[in-house]
């Protein structure tokens, strides 16, 4: 993923594919619905820590990824503790 258009479009396809309403998901990850809207429609300036939330209610994660195509890291849901 490149920008944060294509982010929002993944959000929002995940979001209906789990039959979730913006306000539904809104009240899921503690954000407001305006932060939904603002995030599917790709605002660049949305808050980091806001859309992480957003990815842990939707069961998603984050991967960053190195130039090289290599996994850095991994974020947005909390690391089990089994």
């Known amino acids: 993923m490149h920008d944060t258009i294509t982010l929002g479009r993944l959000i929002r396809d995940e979001r209906k ?3 979730l309403r913006q306000d539904e998901l809104a009240a899921a990850s503690g954000v407001g619905l305006r932060f939904i809207v603002e995030l599917e429609r790709g605002k660049p ?3 980091l820590g806001k859309a992480m939330a957003v990815l842990a209610a939707l069961g998603c994660s ?21």
């Open 17 to 19: 594919q789990l039959g």
């Open 45 to 47: 300036t949305v808050q």
């Open 62 to 82: 984050l991967q960053v990824v190195g130039p090289n195509g290599e996994a850095l890291g991994t974020a947005g849901l909390p690391k089990s503790s089994a």
